[in-house]
């Protein structure tokens, strides 16, 4: 009987490491892609050119305070604070001291942020974006008042939740399968010593 309690111990560490139901529960950032400039400026509560004069932060997020240039979206002052998560893995953006960016940012909690899952980038990299802006003109001449609310919806389902529930559905599966074959043998192996003697 201990030969089989050892067995039976062995074979479920071996199963417990396999399905991964010791691990903790990481997240990582996981982004549906962005829409088109108009798309993701609609669903965001500001846009705006801005340059980096201030960078602060505590355990959590990055902090970045920008002189605006040029806005698009939004009631700004001539110098704004954006926050985003401290890291990418948290889906949070890189500012960098002295350097241009275009911003989309939401509001959250009353303050603005923005992450790496919108079309905030270098403003170097964002000609494509501003050409685009430019034609929708909404700057500064009143039509803004027509455009969404500061609150973005999501018209999709979070595809990274769904997955998620999916692979936790077909882990507790395994584990039960798992178990039952594991009672299974156990039985059997029983059995059989007790014929044996």
């Not at 305070?65 to 998560?85: N, Q």
Request: charge should be neutral; charged fraction near 25%; proline fraction near 3%.
């Amino acid at each position: 009987m201990k030969r089989a309690c050892i067995m039976l111990g062995v074979i479920m560490g071996f199963i417990l490491a396999v399905s991964g139901w010791w691990r903790l529960d990481v997240q990582a950032c996981s982004c549906v892609p962005s829409g088109d400039p108009i798309k993701e400026a609609d669903k965001s509560s500001a846009v705006f050119v801005g340059k980096v004069v201030k960078l602060e932060g505590d355990a959590n997020q990055q902090i970045a305070t920008l002189h605006v240039s040029k806005r698009w979206k939004g009631d700004l002052d001539p110098e704004l604070t954006v926050y985003t998560a401290l890291s990418g893995a948290a889906c949070g953006f890189d500012f960098e001291m002295e350097k241009e960016y275009l911003v989309y940012a939401t509001k959250e909690n009353g303050h603005l942020t923005t992450t790496i899952c919108s079309r905030t980038k270098l403003l170097s990299e964002a000609q494509a974006d501003l050409d685009v802006l430019n034609k929708r003109m909404w700057m500064m001449d009143g039509a803004e008042n027509n455009q969404p609310s500061d609150t973005p919806t999501n018209s999709t389902p979070d595809s990274k939740e769904t997955a998620d529930q999916k692979e936790r559905g077909t882990s507790a599966w395994l584990v039960v399968g798992t178990a039952l074959l594991l009672i299974t043998m156990t039985l059997i192996v029983g059995a059989r010593q007790r014929k044996g003697k």
